[in-house]
């Protein structure tokens, strides 16, 4: 982390998991743990149905609310997608986009996210653009590439007064929900590859403004670990983040 440039961010994506009663009750127990926290934001990026409950849990508190996704189109025949708009509505500060389960099970392309990115960008909020890898990508030595192109394609026309409002988040594929993780150097590495491509699109000022998470598996045991290098500025927390114990550990790593 180096807050001298850029914000250290901590956001739970919870997939499609806690109903609403569910979600009120885990941030109710979240609060009061997190009450003193002081250096890190932290982020609760929830499904569709419990964002309104979400919102009127946290208010008051230090946790904004995001979703997991949202449609580029502002309104339409898309069955089952939300727009911006429906989302501005019930409150949202960040939005996820191009989560790798997104991509792989919903056809998202490097195409929709950067679509995404412009629109919740024009809407207000802070998306959280997610990059990485796969296991053969990794294991043949493409990953800078693949990175590379996943960041400039996502930025595309995005221009440099609003690029500092996106986060990004490295996840490596083979990483999300394995129970695998990237060494806390592989991690750094990926991301200040992220910033060293941001620096050649943007310049150094904006590059090292932008917040960059790293989101392969980061837990309560090695998030310290995980934070504890230079470009690597936060999380996107999966199943950690369902259990209140276990997020505030990885926030209190992140509050040092």
């Not at 569910?22 to 929830?46: D, F, N, R």
């Not at 990175?147 to 996840?171: F, M, N, S």
């Not at 670990?225 to 500025?233: G, M, Y």
């Amino acid at each position: 982390m180096n807050r001298r440039y850029r914000k250290t961010i901590i956001a739970g994506n919870w997939k499609m998991n806690m109903t609403p009663s569910q979600t009120k009750a885990m941030i109710e127990e979240l609060k009061p743990l997190v009450k003193e926290v002081k250096w890190c934001e932290m982020v609760l990026c929830v499904p569709f149905v419990d964002i309104t409950t979400a919102v009127k849990a946290a208010k008051g508190s230090k946790i904004a609310i995001g979703a997991e996704n949202m449609h580029f189109e502002p309104k339409g025949a898309y069955t089952g997608e939300v727009s911006a708009d429906m989302l501005k509505e019930c409150g949202i500060k960040y939005v996820v986009i191009g989560h790798s389960e997104r991509r792989q099970y919903f056809g998202e392309t490097d195409e929709t996210v950067n679509k995404k990115v412009k629109v919740a960008l024009e809407s207000g909020f802070r998306p959280i653009v997610c990059v990485g890898e796969s296991l053969d990508e990794r294991e043949q030595d493409v990953w800078s590439e693949v990175v590379r192109k996943q960041v400039k394609i996502a930025l595309k026309d995005v221009p440099v007064e609003d690029v500092k409002k996106v986060v990004i988040a490295y996840e490596p594929i083979w990483a999300i929900g394995t129970g695998k993780t990237a060494t806390a150097d592989q991690a750094n590495e990926v991301c200040a590859t992220i910033r060293e491509c941001l620096r050649g699109l943007y310049g150094a000022r904006a590059a090292r403004a932008i917040t960059i998470q790293y989101g392969g598996s980061m837990n309560a045991k090695n998030a310290a670990e995980l934070l504890s290098k230079p470009d690597v500025d936060g999380g996107l927390i999966g199943g950690a983040s369902l259990k209140p114990n276990d997020f505030h550990a990885i926030i209190e790593a992140a509050n040092q």
